[in-house]
């Protein structure tokens, strides 16, 4: 596998500390010296097993562990691709998908692979024969490929592929102009509306969503859900990333959650990914509820009425919208769509008390 740091790219010394460019990000990242030399050794182009020799001889044991550790760090950063096409031969599987109203097809030329993350995206295929966008997976030299429409391809470890390729897809998703918008939070569906759950990192956004996907809400998406035209929503269902600290809470709501295979986000975090028992697909719904959590220590769980206003704050807090800014047309049906809404803040500590208070909100919201 030929490597090479990516278009526009460099390596930089200053007062002889290396340090690596990248106008993407617009950053300039301080190295240490053998991750300079690895650098510029990148910028003409290397094979992998060139690149670990070389550095074996200077010194480090295991240096291909090593190597493919750094390299997917660099890789998922935008720093370095693999230059080498994806394999011209047909693949041994192909998966055709259909998510936020994209087809995408998975071909994967490498059984390990296709074992490990088909099952992650198995609940969104469909029957079309055209796709927007193709994504090809292989390995070479231990390492996980991925390609998109033939583009220079990321490298990564094999277990860091399943996240990769759901954040890839998600970015395709929300470059579609049919839809007006995306949030950060959760979905499920609840007498024919939805309820968005809101949170900052830790809160509990997944593991409570999970939680009541076991008491009777349909699963709409645990991160991302797309606004359309006139302020009705859709989650995009990919598998909830269930971490590991949740592994053993949640073991009730997803049979054979142990069994499951460990995936790596790019953040390091282990995870799984289970199948709710009901998938709301497609489905688009008016917002009928938007829940901001506050997960704390101790105390019985409440709700607080919240106003549309910060409601509508949060929501835009971590939106993403097409061009630049938010424009006012989008605003304006997001006013409209808030203003429909039951807000509140959940204070909690426990998963039951917390689903027994938003059963209770949403059957008599529907009453």
């Not at 097809?105 to 099952?119: G, Q, S």
Request: aromatic share 6%; hydrophobic share 40%; with cysteine.
């Amino acid at each position: 596998m030929m490597l090479r740091l990516s278009q526009g790219t460099s390596i930089v010394f200053i007062d002889g500390q290396p340090l690596i460019h990248s106008p993407g990000r617009q950053v300039l990242l301080e190295m240490n010296q053998i991750a300079g030399y690895i650098g510029c050794r990148l910028e003409d182009g290397v094979p992998f097993q060139q690149l670990a020799q070389e550095v074996l001889e200077r010194g480090f044991s295991e240096p291909q562990s090593m190597l493919r550790t750094e390299l997917a760090h660099w890789s998922l950063g935008g720093l370095i691709h693999a230059c080498d096409p994806p394999p011209s031969s047909q693949p041994l599987v192909t998966q055709l998908i259909s998510i936020g109203g994209t087809g995408f097809a998975l071909r994967y030329h490498d059984e390990r692979l296709a074992t490990r993350v088909a099952p992650l995206f198995a609940h969104l295929e469909t029957e079309r024969e055209t796709a927007s966008v193709i994504y090809d997976l292989w390995q070479d030299d231990g390492m996980a490929c991925l390609s998109r429409n033939g583009e220079p391809a990321s490298v990564m470890q094999p277990a860091q592929v399943g996240p990769v390729i759901k954040a890839r897809i998600a970015d395709d998703i929300l470059k579609d102009q049919q839809w007006l918008m995306a949030l950060h939070a959760g979905c499920l569906h609840r007498h024919g509306k939805a309820l968005l759950i809101l949170g900052e990192p830790g809160a509990g956004k997944t593991t409570l969503t999970s939680w009541l996907t076991g008491q009777g809400f349909i699963y709409g998406g645990d991160d991302i859900t797309v606004v359309n035209g006139d302020g009705r929503v859709q989650g995009l269902p990919f598998l909830p990333s269930v971490k590991a600290g949740g592994w053993k809470l949640l073991a009730s709501v997803y049979d054979g959650l142990a069994r499951l295979p460990v995936h790596v986000r790019p953040d390091r975090r282990r995870v799984r990914f289970p199948t709710p028992g009901a998938v709301a697909g497609g489905k688009i719904a008016e917002i009928g509820w938007i829940i901001k959590l506050r997960r704390g220590d101790a105390g019985q769980a409440r709700l607080e009425t919240m106003t549309s206003a910060l409601a509508l704050k949060h929501l835009l807090a971590e939106a993403v919208s097409h061009g630049e800014g938010l424009e006012r047309r989008a605003l304006d049906v997001m006013i409209r769509a808030v203003a429909s809404a039951k807000c509140g803040e959940l204070h909690y500590r426990q998963l039951e008390d917390a689903t027994r208070l938003l059963r209770r909100l949403c059957d008599d919201e529907s009453a």
